[in-house]
């Protein structure tokens, strides 16, 4: 099977969507010309130029016209350039874009996507590293997908450029290089089905985005001591899949739950208490979370480092429930 990046593969289902759906057009600052800060746009620049728009650097603007574009039975992709200016267009999105299809009794439907880079790449300093995908995850009125290979990429992207409900996108920064299989023909992730990213037996880690491979590179160092590490790629907060995490929780008994963003109050928590609530007879050990220091994301490359986890915080995490 071919290879292509992370960007190719986001690339490739805008396209494809596009030329089936007339009303799919895609917006945001510098990606028209640029390509968008980290060239996600550049596989598709050249072609449906009428379709791929800059626009000011004013996320209100870029958020409120995206509702006001699907009112009008558009279906607008807006890019939001790096995670931590949501903040500053969350008016239109926690009041307006979250909240439509509840205010109207659900007569209401709202095509459109939020899309953009989160996570931390090399210093990149406390406003442009953040992974804020819990606070979506938190209110409700919105699909949240955060996939880690170009496969989901690719996959997840076709489903949410077809779905009835608002979705958020979190590509994470250090992902869109990675290359990796993708097949040429049609296909379709839906939403709320995680991945089996490996199998074992002993322990369930559960992991979203960058986390997701960095548990993948903790299993492999783990399994040398004899400890067979089962990593589960969530790929979507909203919907999770709550069935495949409970299958393999009953299969080990001990669970680790790993992402990028604060320890404190992140989507590990939700997880792990629906783990608790539902499931603590099958539990062998107290569930441990992995997470990001309550602190934001220094610019300092060593500090960086001591407050985001990677693979060492996993197997760290992981020896401790064994």
């Known amino acids: 099977m071919r290879e292509i990046t992370f960007s190719e593969a986001l690339g490739e289902a805008i396209l494809e969507e596009m030329s089936r759906d007339p009303t799919i057009f895609t917006y945001g600052e510098d990606i028209a010309k640029q390509g968008g800060i980290f060239g996600a746009y550049k596989p598709i620049l050249g072609k449906y130029q009428d379709r791929i728009i800059d626009t000011p650097i004013s996320e209100e603007v870029i958020f409120g016209s995206a509702l006001g574009a699907a009112l009008a039975g558009m ?5 939001f350039h790096f995670a931590d200016f949501l903040f500053t267009g969350m008016a239109a999105i926690a009041n307006q874009i979250m909240k439509f299809k509840y205010m109207t009794g659900g007569q209401g439907k709202l095509h459109l996507i939020l899309r953009g880079p989160d996570g931390i790449s090399k210093s990149a300093a406390a406003q442009h590293s953040e992974s804020i995908e819990t606070i979506f995850m938190h209110i409700p009125g919105i699909k949240v997908i955060i996939p880690s290979t170009p496969y989901d990429m690719k996959g997840l992207f076709k489903t949410a450029l077809r779905s009835d409900d608002p979705v958020i996108c979190f590509e994470h920064k250090m992902l869109y290089r990675m290359k990796g299989p993708v097949p040429e023909e049609e296909y379709y992730i839906p939403f709320g089905v995680a991945d089996v990213k490996r199998e074992g037996k002993d322990v369930t880690v559960i992991a979203t985005s960058r986390m997701v491979h ?29 069935e495949t995490v409970f299958k393999s929780v009953k299969k080990t008994h001990k669970v680790v739950i790993a992402h990028e963003t604060w320890r404190r109050a992140g989507w590990g928590a939700e997880i792990a208490a629906t783990i608790q609530e539902e499931l603590f007879d099958y539990l062998d050990a107290p569930i441990r979370r992995v997470g ?10 060593p500090l960086q480092d001591f407050v985001v986890p990677d693979k060492n915080s996993v197997i760290e995490a992981v020896r401790s429930v064994l």
């Open 214 to 242: 960095e548990s993948l590179l903790a299993a492999q160092e783990l399994e040398k001591e004899g400890v067979s590490v089962e990593v589960v790629d969530l790929r979507t907060l909203v919907p999770w899949d709550k």
């Open 292 to 301: 990001a220091k309550n602190v934001h994301i220094p610019f300092s490359p």
């Open 75 to 79: 279906r607008p992709v807006a890019e």
